[in-house]
């Protein structure tokens, strides 16, 4: 029996499709360098194979939010330059000094923390300084920044840091025509300059993520950080398909069907019976649940191919296990549920899951657990199931 047909299910990762996004956000963003955004797995596709991917297809940066992921792209063997920024007191700076890791500084503390780590590790940490010209997360108010700036460049002009690049998010870019994202553009711009006039001299100043790489141009700068959008999901329904940006999803999520029954009418289906069937029919069972990633909140709502028809979960989802209605129809044990992927065999969408669930697509690929297989797929150089790394 082929191995992929025997898994129990499996998350098909498209290596090819991946290049030709990043390819494509390239083309959206010339003139700026494309950092690719492979936090939390890569969305849930893996991180290592797919910041791989994103370097052979021109990316020049990776992204990650931890330090702990960054760490793990420099022990798998991932050169070049890589940047994280989720940090908390007490992290493994010195360790990402060492791996010439780049990483974000938001305020004081985290700069006193740096350069200590930077003196123990007897060369300069690279720090990009963020600003929060809006979002409200992390960064450093206007309000702070020239304290920041000043103590950076006193770092900077001791040798224990150098200050390589100048960031922030957006808040709504998203949200085509949204006040606030001219608004931060003032504002980034204006703390650039500051930061310029101080004596700054950053190799990128960023703040574009994938919508804005897609929509907002004047956000370009020197470089974009596309995260779900090389993942070939639309970082907005309203924005558009991804087919209307040329992008392709990577992810197809299927499993095998472990079960078909033909039940009576009036039959309760799964916990709490919130599901009956109207008239005798059969049911299929498939070995999918909410441990795997698939959203409890989509019970009786999340969309199933099946045997070339589309159904609907009946009743809840489990945690290992959820049925489908398949009305008299008899698809083979073992045959492919498939819950989501590009669509090429009428399959339904991350993003019609994410409406199932009241969610957004990101949170479907990127809860997909590690009890799911990635298998990976390339034109030129098909992969069988990796260990879910």
Same mark, same amino acid.
């Given at each position: 029996?082929?191995?992929?047909?025997?898994?129990?299910? *499996?998350?098909?990762?498209?290596?090819?499709?991946?290049?030709?996004?990043?390819?494509?956000?390239?083309?959206?963003?010339?003139?700026?360098?494309?950092?690719?955004?492979?936090?939390?797995?890569?969305?849930?596709?893996?991180?290592?194979?797919?910041?791989?991917?994103?370097?052979?297809?021109?990316?020049?940066?990776?992204?990650?939010?931890?330090?702990?992921?960054?760490?793990?792209? *420099?022990?798998?063997?991932?050169?070049?330059?890589?940047?994280?920024?989720?940090?908390?007191?007490?992290?493994?700076?010195?360790? &990402?000094?060492?791996?010439?890791?780049?990483?974000?500084?938001?305020?004081?503390?985290?700069?006193?923390?740096?350069?200590?780590?930077?003196?123990?590790?007897?060369?300069?940490?690279?720090?990009?300084?963020?600003?929060?010209?809006?979002?409200?997360?992390?960064?450093?108010?206007?309000?702070?920044?020239?304290?920041?700036?000043?103590?950076?460049?006193?770092?900077?002009?001791?040798?224990?840091?150098?200050?390589?690049?100048?960031?922030?998010?957006?808040?709504?870019?998203?949200?085509?025509?949204?006040?606030?994202?001219?608004?931060?553009?003032?504002?980034?711009?204006?703390?650039?300059?500051?930061?310029?006039?101080?004596?700054?001299?950053?190799?990128?100043?960023?703040?574009?993520?994938?919508?804005?790489?897609?929509?907002?141009?004047?956000?370009?700068?020197?470089?974009?950080?596309?995260?779900?959008?090389?993942?070939?999901?639309?970082?907005?329904?309203?924005?558009?398909?991804?087919?209307?940006?040329?992008?392709?999803?990577?992810?197809?999520?299927?499993?095998?069907? &472990?079960?078909?029954?033909?039940?009576?009418?009036?039959?309760?289906?799964?916990?709490?019976?919130?599901?009956?069937?109207?008239?005798?029919?059969?049911?299929?069972?498939?070995?999918?649940?909410?441990?795997?990633?698939?959203?409890?909140?989509?019970?009786?709502?999340?969309?199933?191919?099946?045997?070339?028809?589309?159904?609907?979960?009946?009743?809840?989802?489990?945690?290992?296990?959820?049925?489908?209605?398949?009305?008299?129809?008899?698809?083979?044990?073992?045959?492919?549920?498939?819950?989501?992927?590009?669509?090429?065999?009428?399959?339904?969408?991350?993003?019609?899951?994410?409406?199932?669930?009241?969610?957004?697509?990101?949170?479907?690929?990127?809860?997909?657990?590690? *009890?799911?297989? *990635?298998?990976?797929?390339?034109?030129?150089?098909?992969?069988?199931?990796?260990?879910?790394?």
């Amino acid at each position: 029996m082929n191995e992929t047909a025997s898994l129990r299910a *499996r998350a098909e990762i498209d290596l090819a499709a991946l290049r030709a996004n990043v390819r494509v956000l390239r083309a959206r963003a010339a003139g700026a360098q494309l950092m690719a955004v492979v936090k939390s797995d890569a969305y849930g596709h893996g991180a290592e194979r797919c910041a791989r991917a994103a370097l052979e297809a021109g990316a020049t940066w990776l992204g990650t939010a931890t330090p702990h992921e960054a760490l793990a792209l *420099r022990a798998a063997g991932l050169g070049g330059r890589v940047m994280c920024w989720l940090w908390t007191p007490g992290g493994p700076w010195r360790e &990402a000094i060492e791996a010439d890791i780049d990483v974000s500084v938001s305020g004081m503390w985290a700069l006193d923390e740096v350069t200590a780590a930077a003196a123990q590790a007897g060369r300069p940490a690279r720090i990009q300084l963020k600003a929060d010209t809006g979002l409200g997360r992390n960064g450093c108010q206007p309000a702070d920044w020239a304290e920041l700036v000043g103590a950076a460049r006193t770092a900077e002009q001791a040798g224990t840091v150098r200050i390589t690049g100048l960031w922030s998010h957006f808040a709504c870019a998203d949200e085509p025509g949204h006040p606030s994202i001219t608004a931060q553009l003032v504002t980034f711009r204006d703390m650039v300059a500051y930061a310029e006039k101080a004596g700054v001299e950053p190799e990128v100043r960023h703040i574009a993520n994938s919508p804005a790489t897609l929509t907002v141009p004047e956000s370009h700068f020197d470089l974009v950080r596309t995260g779900i959008a090389m993942y070939g999901i639309s970082p907005s329904p309203e924005l558009g398909t991804p087919a209307d940006f040329g992008l392709r999803p990577v992810m197809t999520l299927a499993a095998s069907i &472990a079960l078909v029954k033909r039940v009576p009418a009036g039959h309760g289906i799964s916990y709490g019976h919130h599901y009956t069937t109207s008239a005798e029919t059969t049911l299929g069972l498939v070995p999918l649940g909410y441990a795997d990633g698939v959203p409890r909140h989509a019970s009786g709502r999340g969309p199933v191919l099946v045997g070339g028809v589309r159904r609907t979960v009946a009743g809840r989802v489990a945690m290992d296990q959820f049925v489908v209605d398949l009305d008299g129809d008899e698809p083979a044990v073992g045959s492919d549920a498939v819950l989501f992927g590009p669509g090429d065999r009428g399959e339904p969408s991350a993003e019609d899951w994410a409406r199932a669930a009241d969610t957004i697509a990101y949170e479907i690929v990127t809860r997909i657990g590690g *009890r799911v297989p *990635r298998v990976y797929r390339d034109d030129e150089t098909p992969e069988g199931p990796s260990d879910g790394s």
